[in-house]
C-alpha cells in the first residue's frame, strides 16, 4: 500500500493522511503536552524484523504537473512572524520575525535550546494560536488572522500531531484510538472503520489493531500514534519529540516509518534537540532567541531503516557469541 501526494492511497482506497483532532491532543498546545511512561517495556524484546518489514515502501510515482503545481505552493509559508506573551509589566518575545517556507514532502528538523522558540513556533504552525504580528500561509490560505473555530476546523483538516508522550487513550484499542479524530469530522462508523485499518495497515500494525496501549511496545504505540495523526489526510505532519520516550533501537524504527512516509510525499516537521534523531531529516532548522540561525538542507541524510538492521544484526551476533561461551 502507499499514498499518493492527494494524501490518498494509490491502490484507490481513500486513505488519508491525517490529524490528531481536535480532542485533547492540542489543548494547551505543544509546550504543555503531558507525558506518559512509555508502557509495556517487557513487549520491547518483541520488536522483530518483521515490524520494520512492514514499514511502507516509496512506490508512488508523481507526474510531473503534479510535482509543479505542489511545490508551487509552500504548505507552510510564514512571514515575520512574532509572537510576544506579556505578563502582567513583563513582555517575552518568544518569536522575534522569523520567516520560513517549507514545501511539499520535505522533511525538517527544528531544533534549538530550550527557550528558544521551537514550542512556540510549532503551536503557531500546527494553528494552535495565532501571532502577534506577521503572516501564516498554510497550504495557501492565510490562517493567522482566522477565529478560533476557523483555526480548529483548519487544523483537523491540515495538521496531523505526534507527541513524545504518545497521548492515546488507555482503554481503547488501536483501532478505536485511531478512529477517534474521524468522529469529530462527522464521517460514518463504516468508513471511519475502512480508513483506521488502512492506516493501521500502513504503519506496518495490521495484525495489532485490537491491542490496547498496555499491550503495545513503546514503538508500536507510537506507530498509533502516527496512524492517528495521519487518519483525517493532512497536508503537515507535526512531530514534538516523537522519539524523546523511546530507546536508541525504537527511535530508530519510528524514524524510519517517518521517513518511509515522508518518502511517499508526507511533509514532516520535528522537533528535537538530539542531533543523532535530526541526521534523519532533509533539512534543519536551528532557533535562538526567537530567531532562526541556521537553515540548512542536508545534502544526504542518514538512513534509519539501515542503522536499525545495522543495531539489530550486531544485538543478534553479540547474543550468539554469549550463548557460544555460555555452552563452552
Ligand atoms: P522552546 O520550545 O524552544 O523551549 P518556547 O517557545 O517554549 O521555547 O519559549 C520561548 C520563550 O517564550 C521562553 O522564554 C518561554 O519562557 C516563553 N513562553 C513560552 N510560552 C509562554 C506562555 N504561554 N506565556 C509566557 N511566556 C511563554
Not at 492511497?9 to 506518559?36: L, N
Not at 512531530?239 to 518511509?260: F, H
Request: hydrophobic share 40%; net charge neutral; aromatic share 4%.
Amino acid at each position: 500500500m502507499a499514498i499518493n501526494d492527494s494524501g490518498h492511497v494509490a491502490d484507490g482506497e481513500q486513505v488519508p493522511f491525517s490529524q490528531a483532532g481536535s480532542h485533547g491532543i492540542d489543548a494547551g498546545g505543544f509546550a504543555q503536552q503531558p507525558t506518559m511512561p512509555v508502557q509495556a517495556a517487557a513487549n520491547q524484546g518483541s520488536l522483530a524484523g518483521q515490524d520494520l518489514a512492514t514499514i511502507p515502501q516509496k512506490d508512488v510515482a508523481r507526474s510531473e504537473e503534479a510535482d509543479s503545481i505542489l511545490t508551487s505552493t509552500p504548505i507552510v509559508d510564514v512571514r515575520n512572524l512574532a509572537k510576544t506573551y506579556v505578563i502582567g509589566r513583563t513582555r517575552i518575545h518568544a518569536l522575534q520575525g522569523i520567516s520560513l517556507r517549507v514545501y511539499q514532502g520535505e522533511f525538517v528538523a527544528v531544533m534549538g535550546p530550550s527557550g528558544s522558540g521551537k514550542s512556540t513556533f510549532m503551536n503557531l504552525v500546527g494553528c494552535l494560536d495565532r501571532p502577534t504580528q506577521g503572516e501564516y500561509w498554510l497550504a495557501g490560505k492565510l490562517v493567522s488572522r482566522l477565529s478560533n473555530d476557523e483555526l480548529a476546523n483548519i487544523r483537523n483538516r491540515q495538521v496531523g500531531f505526534v507527541f513524545q508522550g504518545f497521548n492515546l487513550l488507555s482503554r481503547s484499542n488501536a483501532l478505536s484510538n485511531v478512529m477517534l479524530p474521524m468522529v469529530y469530522a462527522g464521517i460514518s462508523r463504516e468508513e471511519r472503520e475502512r480508513r483506521g485499518r488502512s492506516v493501521l495497515r500502513l504503519v506496518g500494525l495490521g495484525d495489532r489493531m485490537n491491542h490496547k496501549p498496555s499491550e503495545l511496545s513503546g514503538g508500536q504505540q507510537q506507530r498509533v500514534a502516527i496512524a492517528r495523526a495521519l487518519v483525517n489526510g493532512p497536508s503537515l505532519l507535526l512531530a514534538d519529540e516523537p522519539t524523546g520516550n523511546l530507546d536508541s533501537r525504537t527511535s530508530l524504527e519510528i524514524m524510519a516509518v517517518l521517513q518511509a512516509l515522508n518518502e511517499q510525499g508526507l511533509t514532516i516537521l520535528m522537533v528535537t534537540h538530539e542531533a543523532d534523531i535530526a541526521k534523519f531529516a532533509k533539512r534543519q532548522v536551528a532557533f535562538r532567541d526567537g530567531l532562526i540561525m541556521h537553515d540548512e538542507q542536508v545534502l544526504s541524510p542518514a538512513l534509519a531503516k539501515e542503522e536499525w538492521t545495522k543495531l539489530v544484526n550486531k544485538a543478534a551476533a553479540e547474543h550468539k557469541v554469549k550463548i557460544t561461551e555460555e555452552a563452552r
